[in-house]
């Protein structure tokens, strides 16, 4: 990966643009721009150092090695991975030079919220992060509008589209390129709609409005050669940290139980799908297997995700996330119901956001299905249908749990760090993502007190 530091060493006037371009082979790229201010250098002030990575020696590079390339206006190439990039941004936030901004330039390949985290956890000395030195100020990202569905459509792996070499290096999922196109449009804090030029005005106000349904927070700017000026990019503080922005993505708002906004001559919406009874695993199986192929109505469905609770699984639950032509239905965590009383959250504000969802009539607890499902022209009852049919029937719900268990379940096991045996790593047990992820810190806090 090839990261690309400028610091042109002069004031900036508010009149003067910036201009992005994207790759050439994905039509989403993710800029990161970190406010860093020394107030002992003034006379510095507004000094800018840009990052941009990419392959060393081109897309057609085999090397996996890390490899630092000097270049001109006192630039750096990073050949590969997160690691080397926090490095090269801890040496310019710490060096003899001061600046205001540094701006890395993310390759198509990567997620956002990876290198976000990366930020959070890297330590410049014991208990300071680099977050704590050099706080992302901005997540800003491009989107070709010309392209875009293409991308967003595509059943292509991001693997085979830019070479193993870009993604990341701790990734072994076969990830889609909707997937990626997905994260970069949800983590982001603005969104630079490029080339709207090239879109008529009715397609690319449903372009919009759907991008506003994955990311209502974000503030979106329309350009045609990616200029754009720089008071809209530096000092916004719109990026609020990792935590927040886990939670700006529509569909987890939507799973709080916030309205969204609509735009109604673009026909984008969403609905949720809400039961109190598990899905048969085997029936769930084939419904997304055929969603895939866009039966059932779910060919209008764009984006999902949400809880899922499988009949075989009574403690767990899992993780559906589908956006495009990828459907996924990973470990999530453990229900509240399967835990005991006392690694609750202590709050009593929060037990009580939690009782509130509880069933106490056959034993039900927390365990639901809760599903946000975005799209254009859908079919609702159709969908809602397709996936009440996969529901327990009453017959099967009377069974015995050794009985449930016992169901033909094609799925992959769901592991929980820290909890199950086969894993060896200490990790935290995750809360159901329609609850703040924070409220469970008592409970784990309890947990190592006791172990």
């Known amino acids: ?67 630092y390339t000097p270049l001109k206006n006192g630039c750096m190439c990073i050949s590969r991975g997160t690691a080397p ?58 989107v070709d509008v010309s392209t875009f569905w293409d991308d967003f459509n595509s059943k292509t792996s991001i693997a085979k589209r830019v070479g193993p070499l870009l993604v990341e290096e701790t990734d072994e999922r076969n990830i889609g390129i909707a997937d990626v196109v997905t994260e970069q449009v949800e983590t982001a804090s603005v969104l630079l709609l490029n080339k709207t030029d ?39 503080r719109l990026f609020r940290g990792v935590e927040a922005a886990a939670e700006s993505p529509g569909w987890s708002q939507v799973l709080r139980g916030r309205t969204l906004p609509r735009t109604p001559s673009s026909k984008m919406a969403y609905f949720v799908f809400q039961a109190r009874r598990p899905f048969h695993p085997r029936r769930l199986f084939d419904l997304m297997e055929d969603a895939r192929q866009g039966k059932h109505g779910f060919r209008r469905v764009l984006r999902s995700k949400g809880v899922v609770w499988l009949a075989t699984r009574a403690e767990k639950y899992g993780l559906w996330d589908h956006a495009g032509h990828e459907f996924t239905l990973d470990s999530g965590g453990v229900w509240f119901w399967a835990m005991p009383d006392g690694l609750w959250p202590a709050d009593e504000r929060v037990r009580a956001e939690i009782k509130a969802q509880y069933i106490e009539e056959d034993d039900i607890g927390d365990r639901r299905q809760h599903l946000v499902l975005f799209g254009k022209d859908m079919d609702q009852l159709r969908i809602e249908e397709a996936l009440q049919r996969c529901l327990l029937s009453d017959a099967e719900a009377a069974l015995s749990p050794q009985q449930l268990g016992s169901l033909e379940d094609p799925f992959c096991e769901w592991y929980v760090e820290g909890l199950d045996p086969e894993e060896e790593q200490d990790s935290l047990v995750l809360s159901p993502p329609d609850l703040d992820q924070t409220l469970v810190q008592n409970a784990l806090d309890l947990k190592a007190s006791e172990a």
Do not use: W
């Open 1 to 67: 990966l090839v990261v690309v530091v400028v610091s042109p060493g002069r004031s900036l006037p508010a009149s003067e643009m910036f201009f992005f371009f994207p790759s050439h082979f994905f039509k989403c790229l993710t800029y990161f721009f970190f406010y860093y201010y020394f107030f002992n250098f003034p006379q510095k002030k507004n000094r800018i150092s840009f990052f941009r990575y990419q392959p060393a020696g081109g897309s057609a590079s085999t090397s996996a090695e890390v490899v």
């Open 85 to 142: 990039i926090v490095d090269c941004v801890t040496q310019v936030a710490l060096g003899e030079d001061a600046y205001d901004y540094i701006i890395v330039c993310s390759d198509e390949a990567r997620e956002p919220a990876i290198l976000a985290q990366a930020f959070d956890e890297h330590e410049t000395k014991p208990e300071v992060t680099l977050a704590d030195v050099c706080p992302i100020d901005t997540v800003v990202t491009v």
């Open 198 to 236: 090239l879109l008529s005005q009715k397609r690319l106000e449903g372009l919009a409005a759907f991008l506003t349904l994955l990311n209502p927070d974000a503030k979106q700017l329309r350009t045609t050669h990616s200029g754009v000026k720089p008071e809209h990019m530096l000092g916004t």
